[in-house]
């Protein structure tokens, strides 16, 4: 197990000569377990947080996602995959003294990989996968993926905090995860207890991230539902694709050369697209599309 050196955090509450809280508990280690990914408009905002103090829910992103999903074309189901079959791992640590009520906890996240037991017992058959996702299993961390630790207090069995930074990993195009740094962020932790903890991981894209991560994917995944569906690897014409159907949706939308394929270029030059992520608020001076997404942690060891 990676060993965890005991944090001393200095939390300044207005005047210089306020003596430091000391976050010195017992570390809990947990990986994610669910990923609710807005299926929905609803789910959206159920899953994002006020990331402005505007008193509004910011998850622009997630509405994206959520209205993607309401047309069949969502990635709440290939993110599930992943994250079952191991290709997606998002590992937390908890320092703390108590659950209920402290004065000074802390939080931090990672990235990692699977290490055992081996996420499926038979990999053709996905309702035997997420064995290292019960409360057991052990893990590899990715230094490079780290947060701060994130202190602050628990009260009423909830910690909600501001984060500078903190990477979360998706997948809009199966079997490629893709890492998303939420500048600006919260996190928010609830049901806290040693076996189990729900949150909402928040934040803001900054615009290169948008265009040099988010399209490329979405873009990939769009050209692997065309070619697939409307049965023309090659991109031969005619495409194929049944009328009504979502392959045939994403192709009168994005192929714009007619050549059965969706291109990076097509998808990032939409118009439609470019309204969709464009940046919705502003934290410190940087203009970010929001972002968030449910987790439920589980007990882990790294």
């Not at 499926?120 to 058959?125: H, K, S």
């Not at 079997?175 to 040693?194: C, F, H, M, N, Y």
Request: proline share 5%.
């Amino acid at each position: 197990m990676k060993a965890l050196a005991t944090s001393v955090v200095l939390i300044f509450t207005g005047c210089a000569t306020d003596e430091p809280l000391v976050v010195n508990g017992t570390h809990y280690q947990y990986v994610v377990s669910e990923l609710r990914v807005p299926a929905n408009n609803a789910e959206a905002r159920s899953n994002g947080l006020d990331l402005n103090d505007d008193e509004t829910v910011d998850n622009q992103l997630g509405m994206v996602f959520g209205t993607l999903g309401t047309m069949g074309l969502g990635v709440g189901e290939t993110a599930t995959e992943a994250l079952l079959r191991g290709g997606l791992v998002m590992l937390a640590d908890l320092e703390t003294n108590g659950f209920d009520d402290t004065d000074a906890s802390g939080f931090s996240t990672w990235l990692g990989d699977s290490l055992e037991p081996e996420p499926c017992l038979d990999p053709t058959m996905l309702d035997t996968c997420g064995q290292h996702l019960r409360g057991t299993g052990r893990f590899a961390i990715d230094e490079d993926s780290a947060s701060h630790q994130i202190p602050g207090p628990i009260v009423d069995g909830v910690f909600h905090e501001k984060a500078v930074f903190l990477p979360v990993e998706l997948v809009i195009d199966a079997g490629r995860p893709l890492r998303l740094d939420l500048r600006g962020a919260r996190v928010k932790l609830t049901q806290i207890s040693e076996t189990r903890i729900s949150a909402i991981f928040a934040g803001g894209l900054t615009q290169h991230d948008v265009d040099t991560v988010v399209i490329p994917e979405a873009a990939a995944n769009c050209d692997r539902i065309v070619v697939n569906e409307c049965n023309q690897p090659g991109g031969s014409l005619p495409c194929g694709c049944t009328g009504g159907s979502r392959a045939r949706q994403l192709q009168q939308l994005f192929d714009d050369n007619d050549d059965c394929r969706i291109e990076t270029r097509e998808v990032a030059t939409n118009s439609i697209v470019l309204a969709l992520l464009a940046p919705d608020l502003k934290i410190d001076g940087q203009k970010l599309l929001s972002f968030g997404v449910g987790v439920e942690l589980v007990p882990a060891r790294f």
